[in-house]
């Protein structure tokens, strides 16, 4: 199975800071990532696609990038709503596989 | 509008059984794999299993954790996803998720719909 590592696990930041998100896979994954946010008591939320394709309806402040092994989420400015714990996961082969998520806090 | 509405979750004891559903509508279900997803308390989320299209035979793939245990089916007439759980254990405890996989001209697998999620609970 490939192995999906997220960092930080937590991280707190101010309205308006820009906010970066690690995910490395344990074997190239090519172009199969995929970004979630989840906020409290509520489903996933697909927010990326293919490591950068934006989500109809997703804030450009999102942004992702990255190849093989190693993406980032980027949100370019922080939004109260952005609050939320955000989850990577690779989609390349089953069993897909989610990183163990980055829990964004208010500062 | 697309909806996903998950029901069957609750209280069993571990060795027991239960069934949860995933009724679907706003798109056309025979088209799209289906897959579930779970979530154990305070934790993240885990991948279950999938089932493909009818244009795929209905293929149904499953974690390891599951397999052997779970079963995953649908009726296309019905819009409805299916997920039989047996010899359910305590760390099956989740909220379980059915989602959508998306249709994408490149290819891409990803969940752009999801239900609300329903929670089974295993506990003596």
Not at chain 2, 106 to 121: E, K
Request: glycine residues 10%; proline residues 3%.
């Amino acid at each position: 199975d490939i192995q999906m590592t997220q960092s930080p696990s937590s991280l707190s930041a101010s309205v308006g800071d820009r906010v970066t998100i690690t995910c490395r896979a344990s074997q190239s994954i090519t172009n199969y990532l995929n970004w979630y946010q989840q906020k409290s008591g509520k489903p996933p939320n697909l927010l990326i696609y293919a490591v950068s394709s934006l989500q109809t309806g997703v804030p450009s402040r999102f942004s992702g990038s990255g190849s093989g092994t190693d993406f980032t989420l980027t949100i370019s400015s922080l939004q109260p709503e952005d609050f939320a714990t955000y989850y990577c996961q690779q989609s390349s082969s089953l069993p897909f596989t989610f990183g163990g998520g980055t829990k964004v806090e208010i500062k | 509008e697309v909806q996903l509405v998950e029901s069957g979750g609750g209280l069993v004891q571990p060795g027991g059984s239960l069934r949860l559903s995933c009724v679907v509508s706003g798109f056309t279900f025979s088209d799209h794999y289906m897959d579930w997803v779970r979530q154990a308390p305070g934790k993240g989320l885990e991948w279950v299993g999938r089932t493909a299209n009818k244009a795929n035979n209905y293929n149904t793939e499953y974690a390891a954790s599951v397999k052997g245990r779970f079963t995953i089916s649908r009726d296309d007439s019905k819009n409805s996803l299916y997920l039989q759980m047996n010899s359910l254990k305590t760390d099956d405890t989740a909220v379980y998720y059915c989602a959508r996989r998306s249709k994408r001209s490149s290819g891409q697998r990803d969940f752009d719909y999801w239900g609300q999620g329903t929670l089974v609970t295993v506990s003596s």
